[in-house]
């Protein structure tokens, strides 16, 4: 204990010294030379399943899983699958932004069980996903990070050009599923709700996959949308229900150029009253616009990411006459596109 007091005084002073030896703003950073060793080569994605539990209001047990990701670190997601050796269609399911580890991703499946079964039932494996958090803004300025020469060490370490954002975690868990013996590697699919759907667009510009669903899909940095000062609110909330005004405040140069890079199936999902109706049409519509592969559908409901039809506090399962309708929708499309 006494060592690692001492610890703690030393970093903490270090910590507050830092400011004086800072360099000026004329010093030259440094960056890896070209001449040294080869770029380490990525590791065989790879998961472990750390346990198979019942889960709680749920026919069919999970595998609690972590997965490595592009800089070897490992994120969270569950895997549930119907009995017999496959090949399986798989259908990924993310909510919002990455937080709280296996944590959201318990709860998550927990409140989506009986939904889960239903999907199950019809032949899918279907995996609760979570990531690393969002860094705001990042996505704009940052291209996929590539594996450097290591000219420092004299080893072959691995060393990245940049950071890992969280729409890569999906990418990595998606090439996880891929490799696992009762999977169909050609016919993944991924849903996604709010953030979740903004990241399998991301996803889709730099990776190809059976096809996505994107419910009221928050593509703001997607779609390069202004979320500055200057951007409407209303009580601190953006404010683009209005595609018009959304189109007026999007970089359509930038927006078009990831779209082009897509070539997975897309389903979008809106919503007629949400402060985002108007970037998930505009989405929709440059899509269209590019040629791509895109659907769209949306519908007029009081609860946010409406697809997800979560058990009631009871336990029962109540889907309304939408939400069945929307299970329809998206079920079909996925038996489309990723039962061959």
Known sequence: MRVHYQGVLWVMGAILAAPLFLPSKSAVV??????GKPP???????GYVVSRSQITGAKVPGDYTFVLTRDEIYVPILVRK??????????????????????????????LTQMQDRMIARGYVVATVNYRNEIP??????????????????????????PTLDHEDLIAVIRYLQTLPYVDKNAVGAMGVS???????KAASEFT???????????HEFLSVNTGPTAPRKDNEIQYNDIEVARKNANKTAAMERIERIHTPILIFGRETDHQQ??????????????????????DHPV??????????????????IQEKTFDIFMEYFDKHLKH
Not at 152 to 162: A, V
Not at 211 to 217: D, K, L, S
């Open 209 to 219: 996959f059976g096809a996505g669903v994107c419910i009221e899909p928050a593509d």
């Open 278 to 299: 108007g970037i998930f049409k505009l989405t929709y519509e440059w899509m269209k616009e590019a040629g791509k592969d895109v659907q769209w559908a949306s519908f």
């Open 82 to 111: 119907p009995e017999g050796k496959g090949p399986f269609p798989v259908i990924t399911m993310g909510w919002g932004e990455g937080r709280e580890g296996m944590k959201k991703v318990e709860d998550l499946s927990e409140r």
């Open 40 to 46: 380490a080569e990525a590791i065989s994605s790879h």
């Open 137 to 162: 803004y990042a996505y704009e300025s940052s291209k996929p990070p590539q594996n450097l020469p290591d000219s420092i060490s004299g080893e072959r370490r691995m060393l990245k050009s940049g």
């Open 304 to 321: 946010h990411g409406y697809v997800f039809i979560f058990n009631q506090p009871d336990g029962s399962y109540k889907p309304d006459a």
């Open 195 to 201: 953030h979740s759907g903004e990241m399998i667009m």
């Open 30 to 35: 440094q960056a890896q030379l070209s001449t």
